[in-house]
């Protein structure tokens, strides 16, 4: 039986309930019952959130947490824990497991063992193609009976056009979206950053912006003729963002994301060949980079996901052409926006949670996004101004392969709350309480 | 002045005055080769390791040669690519051989940025030896030697490279040399063989090569691996040839005086014709000589050595 709050003097930002200011909340059977100033009761306990932000819990509908089969890269007690450190309350777990998740079992086995092992939410994504090979469909309505939120062979493309028409097509049966990871690997071959200045100084070979934005062609053109529900994956270049914008305004079903790193980091950062810094889609240079911010600060953009990709440190700690791509973000996401994004006064609060809490709650069609009465009590507490440099003897998860290490950010998430339970409470939190498997 | 790089990995950021050190300091390596007896004590005691993770005979052999000439025991590594693949790990490797006690681990690797991996793994001295598409620093400086005993000046030297510059680390370390020493710099190939991005080293790009020779005072010819074409790079080594191979015809455009460069090994008759290899104008063999020179004073800079002096003891 979880117990019941009372958070004082908090600063709630929460645009689904049009509120913005000092709140106090109470939580009971985990969930909201009440928003309001002053708020009194009895038998609870009482928490001061003075001078700290409360949030809605952050969402993140692109998670990796390697399990089952990759154990050694991340688990899901692992990551649930790194995803509540940064302060996430529900999180997808991609489908590219060993083996993957193109089968109801999978999907069971995530479920369940989230319930028994992880602190937050985790929401399975399916396969579109049985073991993500872009050849067969995947049984889609046994995926979503076993509770699939989504569809995905994230980590690749269906290069077969045909394929793919004939999922979207089959996949208006459901209604849920299918999330995108938009690559043509002929044009990628064997390229292991981004194409362009610095590859040629590197002498790394090169992947082409094409790679990714012929594909985003295409699948908007196959949504557009199907009617399918779409969700652009990490969308990296300025020429994505123009085909997406033509497209949305064409009124093509499509929602994108952006990842804190795109919008932050250019494959400058590649110079000196630090492996963390290898990811797919690659660091863009500078020009992508603006590009993106811009739609992120116009809204073209719908929302900030992770793409959180642990790996080993043998496997990052090699030749740069033959270390893995993926970098990890569930635990520096919310510190890099805040420094990039609001200290800046580029992104408001309030847009900062539509981004990351909001829309993806809306894209999943799942709880959360607000703290309104009545609705989950995944919430979280940040100190906006806590100055903290990123260092990977720090990280929960097991993945350490960030390029943010040795990077110096503002604010960060002090404590989660998942349903009404504390799941991760920083040691500079000013209270106590937290409960569960901490 | 003395040379205080503890690495080689490259010379995109070496000084011109740190090049032209070693440039002179080649000079007196290169009367010693002539000598009958061509041995120095310098290096006596200490270990170069050659540490080659791709098929070479030449840099190799120079490299043993050059550590040998300067009294260095020298350990020859050759690792086949395919035990990496099978999962032989670098660091691991590299870790060991240090153990072992080596002094300088000289290293030839297909994945660009491995010398600056080995350079954080180990407290051995490194020098690259040739890194993927990256660089392969001690063939510049052969070269920039040679052309200096040629010419006194490389300053206001035309240079051409021809072939593919997308893939190689010998055009870059050249293009790095060439421009901090002053020449100008045109990079010429098919474009699907030029890297995006090339003209921003400072270099002028250029798709036809008969235009490019009518200015030039040097032609360096890059060895055309047929592979590129299997990926369909170009359509074939015959059209390669035809577009970009260096025959007597082509030369008979190209200034009387045009010093021909080759860094070996030549596909003779793809990218130059046997005829041009061992025409008068043509320093191919002389720059396999000064690759040892070259290579000596660079192990004698960075063991301590200053000026060259003791050499001509």
Redesign the interface.
Known sequence: MAMTYLIKHGFLVDPVAGRYGEYDLIIKEGKVIAVGKDLAGEGQEVIDAHNLLVMPGLIDLHVHLREPGQEEKETIATGSRAAAKGGFTSITAMPNTIPSADNASVITFVKTKSKEEGVVRVYPVGNITKGGAGQELAELADLVEAGAVAFSDDGASILNAAVERYAFQYGKLFNKPFLLHCEDKNLTADGVMHEGTVSTKLGLKGIPALAEEVIIARDLLLAEETGAWIHLCHLSTKRSLDLFKEAKARGVQVTAEVTPHHLTLTDQEVLGYNPATKVSPPLRPLHDVEALQEALIEGTIDLIATDHAPHTREEKHQEYSLAPFGMTGLETALGVVLTKFYHTGKLSLERIVQLMSVKPAQVLKIPGGTLKEGSPADLIMVDLNIEWEVREEDFISKGKNSPFIGKKLKGRNLATMVEGKWVYKSPQAPFNGVEKKF | MSFSRKHLLGL?NLEAKEIIEILNTAVPCKDIIKREIKKLPTLRGRSVVTLFFEPSTRTRISFELAAKRLGADTVSIAVNTSSVQKGE???DTVKTIEALGADFIVLR?S????P??LAETVNCRVINAG?????HPTQALLDLFTLRERCGEIAGLNVVIVGDIMHS?VA?SNIYGLLKLGAKVTVVGPPTLL????E??GVRVMTNLDAALEEANVVNVLRIQKERQQKGLFPSLREYTRLYGLTKERLAGAPQDLIIMHPGPANLGVEISEEVATDPRSVISTQVTNGVAVRMALLYLMSGGENGDDLFN
């Open positions: 995109e790990n670098f660091v690797h994945v660009a940025g491995s600056q991996l890194d993927g598409a990256h660089e680390r870059k890297p995006p991005g090339i921003e080293l």
